[in-house]
Nanobody, 123 residues
Framework: QVQLVESGGGLVQAGDSLRLSCATS????????MGWFRQAPGKEREFVAA????????VYADSVKGRFTISRDNAKNTVYLQMNSLKPDDTAVYYC????????????????WGQGTQVTVSS
């Protein structure tokens, strides 16, 4: 079992930056593939970024490519999402997710989820 706790959300202005953190617990958490997803009001949850267990492989949604960076520190059991040049369209609840066997962009294939952290970007 893996527990995930997101933090770092907040209210910022367009063009600002935020760094989200996802602290994981569990003996094998550092071996899990991790993803970030987001859900805006009235919309489905969508993929943002994913990183494999070692950190070598990363993939991004086109909408955030070049602005967001996913990384992980396995010694700290933490995954990060650095978000730069934020836009009002980035406003959403951001969730981190973990899976022991799948490195994927598919929201339905992650076994574990955090509770989410709100990011609001004002224009």
């Amino acid at each position: 079992q893996v527990q995930l706790v997101e933090s770092g959300g907040g209210l910022v202005q367009a063009g600002d930056s935020l760094r989200l953190s996802c602290a994981t617990s569990g003996r094998t958490a550092s071996s899990y593939h991790m993803g970030w997803f987001r859900q805006a009001p009235g919309k489905e949850r969508e993929f943002v970024a994913a990183i494999n267990w070692s950190g070598i492989h990363r993939v991004y949604a086109d909408s955030v490519k070049g602005r967001f960076t996913i990384s992980r520190d396995n010694a700290k059991n933490t995954v990060y999402l650095q978000m730069n040049s934020l836009k009002p369209d980035d406003t959403a609840v951001y969730y981190c997710a973990a899976d022991p066997s799948r490195y994927t962009t598919s929201v339905g294939r992650y076994a574990y989820w955090g509770q989410g952290t709100q990011v609001t970007v004002s224009s």
